[in-house]
Nanobody, 116 residues
Framework: QVQLVESGGGLVQPGGSLILSCATS????????MGWYRQAPGAQRELVAT?????????ADSVKGRFTVSRENENGKNKVYMQMNSLKSEDTGVYYC????????WGQGTLVTVSS
């Protein structure tokens, strides 16, 4: 079973930046996809950005040009990052790290609040 450990998030003013980080708890050497989903209050969970082992990325239209997803593999520990710039109030929500190979795993979620 894959477990994900998230860090980052918090309160930031509109126009500010944050970095989210997530790492797998075990070493994984197979092709996989990692990324981030988010859930705003009263809304469904939605894709924000994903990145494959090969580096192919996919972004929600609402974050293109503002968010950047990246990843690294450190001795099998897969890590994914998301640099979030020019944050808006509508970016507020709980952000969940995501992992998929033949298994699917979710992080515990980290709250991002964009407010003045």
């Amino acid at each position: 079973q894959v477990q994900l450990v998230e860090s980052g998030g918090g309160l930031v003013q509109p126009g500010g930046s944050l970095i989210l980080s997530c790492a797998t708890s075990t070493s994984i050497f197979v092709v996989n996809t990692m990324g981030w989903y988010r859930q705003a209050p009263g809304a469904q969970r939605e894709l924000v950005a994903t990145i494959t082992s090969g580096g192919s990325t996919n972004y929600a239209d609402s974050v293109k040009g503002r968010f950047t997803v990246s990843r690294e593999n450190e001795n099998g520990k897969n890590k994914v990052y998301m640099q979030m710039n020019s944050l808006k109030s509508e970016d507020t929500g709980v952000y969940y790290c995501y992992f998929r190979d033949w298994r699917t795993a979710w992080g515990q979620g980290t709250l991002v609040t964009v407010s003045s």
